[in-house]
């Protein structure tokens, strides 16, 4: 009996990797990123259609009151200059309330951050691209396709990011290219 019990759950595990390893394999659809427009904090209109045309965006959605967010950032701030020089645009959407959109822009400013800061108080850009945690980062492709999805920060994710990255815009980069992974 207790062979027979053995012999099935040997099946039945045998079949379970299967069935994971042919859904893993099937080439999977990447989500096509949802437009936008909304004001950076100097007033100027930011649209995704327009950044696309200059080349791949990175986006990060952050907040005053978000310490690893801030840490995410601050982290990316030494590679703006390699990546813009590439054509990557750099997006940090602010998802703080009205009330605290008038702190936004010198927070950045003494963090020395070169990104195009976006102000987002309603939270409609959060609520398109479905952001349940901050940070939550975004890497999309010319194609408008996400390739790259990032939630939380932790000291080292930077490289992940940088890396992921890199593998977009052509450079030699650690990890596989493929591109179409999500974290």
């Known amino acids: 009996m207790k062979e027979e019990i053995r012999f099935k759950l040997l099946a039945i595990s045998s079949l379970f990797l299967l069935i994971v390893n042919f859904v893993f394999a099937q080439e999977k659809e990447l989500p096509t990123a949802p437009d936008f427009t909304l004001q950076d904090v100097d007033g100027n209109v930011v649209c995704l259609d327009s950044l696309l045309k200059k080349g791949p965006v990175f986006m990060s959605f952050w907040a005053l009151w978000c310490k690893m967010c801030i840490k995410e950032l601050d982290a990316l701030r030494p590679y703006y200059d390699e990546f813009d020089s590439l054509g990557l645009q750099m997006l940090a959407i602010s998802q703080d309330k009205a009330r605290a959109v008038p702190k936004v822009k010198p927070f950045a400013l003494s963090h ?33 396709k996400i390739v790259f999805v ?34």
């Open 150 to 183: 990032h939630q939380g920060y932790k000291p080292g994710d930077e490289e992940i990011i940088v890396d992921k990255v890199r593998c977009l815009i052509g450079k030699k980069c650690k990890g596989e290219c493929k591109g179409k992974g999500h974290e």
């Open 112 to 144: 020395k951050w070169k990104y195009t800061v976006v102000l987002d108080p309603d939270n409609i850009l959060r609520e398109l691209y479905n952001v349940q945690a901050m940070p939550t980062s975004f890497i999309i492709n010319q194609d408008k």
